[in-house]
């Protein structure tokens, strides 16, 4: 696995995928393809369940299907769009060009005509993903972890119980770090640059006390939350979900 392939799986692992369409076969397919690429995939036959899923949880990209019993995919699309809900790829076998200018004038990020290759889904997924990072006003940057909540807009750390956790700027810097980069091995030199900017020392084991501080801050101490890896740096273990 290439360093470019590890670093799209570590970015998958933080994002969750609603596939809705109401062929099961299609369904199937794309949730098993999607999982291999390191996503946490569910599935919906139809637009009220689609609902259920959303309202049961975080969801980072709805694979939409606009031809389905009952409501149809470019209705609901303008809904969530309205909702500033997920992100919108349409998935469908309406492939003229008035249909795909229907569905990004409904607020669709993409639209991909049927049949089209898991190849090609997946790379617009990741595209769409991408887009919607970089497009999220700043006020949303905000994210949960064990029931902790970090704002980096209002640089705030609140407890599962909702109180305000005091860091100072260097350990606030390491912590965003790591909740923008889960489950992946940071080394020192990349949290005394997020921690200082580029022109920090090196060699400066002061990140060593920041991560200490950190760790009975959030009262989780030795390897708990965030996990030392030996020779290489250290690891955020928690499942983090973008808010």
């Known amino acids: ?121 997946a790379a617009t997924v990741q595209a769409a993903l991408r887009h919607r990072h970089l497009a999220a006003p700043v006020g949303r940057r905000a994210f949960t972890f064990d029931g902790w909540t970090i704002d980096l807009s209002a640089h705030e750390l609140r407890d599962p119980e909702g109180v305000l956790i005091d860091l100072t700027d260097g350990e606030f810097a390491v912590l965003r770090a790591f909740v923008e980069r889960p489950r992946r091995v940071l080394a020192r030199e990349a949290l005394l640059e997020a921690a200082r900017g580029p022109d920090s020392d090196s060699f400066d084991r002061a990140i060593d006390v920041q991560v200490s501080r950190l760790r009975r801050k959030l009262r989780a101490p030795g390897n708990e939350v965030i996990r030392t890896v030996r020779n290489e740096g250290y690891l955020f273990v928690p499942r983090v979900e973008r808010l």
């Open 1 to 121: 696995m290439t360093a470019s392939d590890r670093d799209q799986r570590e970015e998958a692992a933080t994002a969750r995928l609603l596939i809705v369409d109401d062929d099961a076969s299609i369904r199937q397919l794309l949730a098993r393809s999607l999982s291999d690429q390191g996503y946490r995939v569910d599935t919906a036959a139809d637009v009220p369940a689609m609902e259920a899923a959303l309202a049961a949880g975080t969801v980072d990209l709805v694979v939409l299907d606009i031809m389905m019993p009952g409501e149809d995919g470019l209705s609901a699309c303008r809904r969530l769009a309205r909702q500033d809900g997920p992100a919108i790829v349409f998935l469908s076998a309406l492939g003229e060009e008035g249909d795909r200018i229907a569905g990004l004038d409904s607020g669709a990020i993409h639209y991909l005509p049927k049949p089209c290759s898991a190849r090609e889904i």
